[in-house]
């Protein structure tokens, strides 16, 4: 009997975490201004943990886990990740960051490393991308947006 209640008790305490972890189902919060934002970087994709952030100066944690060099740029744009306007670069298309806002860049993340970008973020629209050459065009950009 004894043996029951521990196990009915462990089922509870699992489930009321797993309950935590997973959240309402409602809304998704933002990140707040002045915190930490996680986002990796993977051939060939950004994922990115917050459906925005707020206001602010927000700090990216950035891990590049994929096998190639990567870079991550953040632009302020309400075009869609995939529709920025490109040209080509040695004969491969990246990205035009000179026809739009670009907020902040860190350029040669090496595989398998981590690093930080702090950047100061208005409210609007904006695009995350790699854009060392090919990598954009392969689908490694994700919108966000900065709300007050």
Same mark, same amino acid.
């Given at each position: @009997? ?14 009321? &975490? ?5 959240? #309402? ?8 201004? #002045? #915190?930490?934002?996680?986002?990796? =970087? ?16 927000? !700090? ?7 096998? /190639?060099?990567? %870079?991550?740029?953040? &632009? *302020?744009?309400? =075009?869609?990740? !995939?529709? =920025? ?11 035009? %960051?000179?026809? &739009?806002?670009? @907020?902040? %860049?860190? %350029? ?8 930080? =970008? !702090?950047?100061?973020? $208005? $409210?609007?629209?904006?695009? @995350?991308?790699?854009?060392? $050459?090919?990598?954009?065009? *392969?689908? @490694?950009?994700?919108?966000? /947006?900065?709300?007050?």
């Amino acid at each position: @009997m004894k043996k029951r209640i521990s196990a009915v008790f462990a089922i509870a305490a699992v489930l009321a &975490l797993a309950a935590v972890a997973c959240g #309402g189902g409602g809304s998704k919060s933002q990140a707040p201004s #002045g #915190g930490s934002v996680g986002v990796t =970087l993977k051939d060939f994709s950004i994922s990115f943990a917050e459906p925005g952030v707020k206001t602010g100066q927000v !700090t990216f944690a950035i891990k590049n886990d994929g096998p /190639s060099l990567h %870079e991550f740029v953040i &632009l *302020q744009t309400d =075009l869609a990740p !995939t529709a =920025l306007p490109t040209h080509e670069e040695k004969g491969v298309k990246v990205a035009d %960051e000179e026809s &739009l806002k670009g @907020m902040a %860049e860190k %350029e040669d993340i090496a595989p398998g490393t981590s690093t930080t =970008l !702090t950047v100061s973020l $208005p $409210p609007g629209n904006y695009v @995350m991308i790699c854009n060392i $050459p090919g990598h954009y065009i *392969q689908g @490694m950009a994700t919108g966000f /947006s900065v709300s007050s």
